[in-house]
C-alpha cells in the first residue's frame, strides 16, 4: 500500500533553516511528482511546490522562490523540504508542513496520498 | 495566480441534511485539474472528488462534485456524522497549485 512516512516535529529558531523528509512506499517512487504543502494553525491549505523525483525537477510557489529547495534522494526513496531563514513574524513559518503525491489519471491531475504531516515550530 | 473562493465560510446543517458548497475561481479554471479535499482535526487532508466530478476511491455517493470554469461546487446529499469537517477545494493553473480558504461543516 502506498505510504508517506514524514519526519517527526522540529523547533527552530528564527533565522535558521529546516528540512523534513518524506519516505515513500509501495509504488514507484520516481513516477510520481511529490508536492509540499503547509497549514499553519488554524489556517487554510498552502502549497509549496514539486519536486519531479524522476529528474530532480522542481517548481516553487512565487513566496517561496528563493527559500526553499526541494531535493530527493532516489536510493531511499525520500523526498525532502528544505526551509531557510525561518520566521516568526507576520510572515510566520510556524505550521504543519505535508508531503502529498500527485497523480495523473484519465485526463485528472491530483493530490490522492498525503504524509501525516510534519510540525515546525519557529521560536526565540 | 488564480484566487479560489469558497463560501460561505461556515455551513450549521443537521445530520441528514444537505450540504452544498461552492467554489468560485478567479478566472476560468481546468476541470481537469479541479479537486476537493476533506480535513478533520489533526488530519492530513483527504482527496474526495478530482477532475471536478470523479470520485476518489471509497468516496461514498452522497458526495458529488459539478461545475466547469470558474463555478465549481460539491454536494453532500445527506450529511452522516462522519462528514462534518473542513472542505478545501484546489486547483492548477498559471504554473502554480492553489487552494480555497476552506468551507467549515459544523453540527448545527
Known amino acids: 500500500q502506498v505510504q508517506l512516512v514524514q519526519s517527526g516535529a522540529e523547533v527552530e529558531k528564527p533565522g535558521a533553516s529546516v528540512k523534513v523528509s518524506c519516505k515513500a512506499s509501495?509504488?514507484?517512487?520516481?513516477?510520481?511528482?511529490i508536492h509540499w504543502v503547509r497549514q499553519a494553525p488554524g489556517q487554510g491549505l498552502e502549497w509549496m511546490g514539486w519536486?519531479?523525483?524522476?529528474?530532480?525537477?522542481?517548481?516553487?510557489?512565487q513566496k517561496f522562490r528563493g527559500r526553499v529547495t526541494m531535493t530527493r534522494d532516489k536510493s531511499i526513496t525520500t523526498a525532502y523540504m528544505q526551509l531557510n531563514s525561518l520566521r516568526s513574524d507576520d510572515t510566520d513559518d510556524t505550521a504543519v508542513y505535508y508531503c502529498?503525491?500527485?497523480?495523473?489519471?484519465?485526463?485528472?491531475?491530483?493530490?490522492?496520498?498525503w504524509g501525516p504531516g510534519t510540525p515546525v515550530t519557529v521560536s526565540s | 495566480e488564480i484566487v479560489l473562493t469558497q463560501s460561505p465560510g461556515t455551513l450549521s446543517l443537521s445530520p441528514g441534511e444537505r450540504a452544498t458548497l461552492s467554489c468560485r475561481a478567479s478566472?476560468?479554471?481546468?476541470?481537469?485539474?479541479l479537486g476537493w479535499y476533506q480535513q478533520k482535526p489533526g488530519q492530513a487532508p483527504r482527496l474526495l472528488i478530482y477532475?471536478?466530478?470523479n470520485r476518489a476511491t471509497g468516496i461514498p455517493d452522497r458526495f458529488s462534485g459539478s461545475g466547469s470554469g470558474t463555478d465549481f461546487s460539491l454536494t453532500i446529499s445527506r450529511l452522516e456524522p462522519e462528514d462534518f469537517a473542513v472542505y478545501y477545494c484546489?486547483?492548477?493553473?498559471?504554473?502554480?497549485?492553489?487552494f480555497g480558504q476552506g468551507t467549515k461543516v459544523e453540527i448545527k
Open positions: 477532475g471536478a466530478s
Open positions: 502529498s503525491r500527485e497523480i495523473y489519471s484519465r485526463g485528472n491531475y491530483y493530490f490522492d496520498y
Open positions: 484546489q486547483q492548477y493553473g498559471s504554473s502554480s497549485w492553489t
Open positions: 509501495g509504488y514507484t517512487f520516481i513516477d510520481y511528482y
Open positions: 478566472q476560468s479554471v481546468s476541470s481537469s485539474y
Open positions: 519536486i519531479n523525483p524522476k529528474t530532480g525537477g522542481t517548481q516553487y510557489a
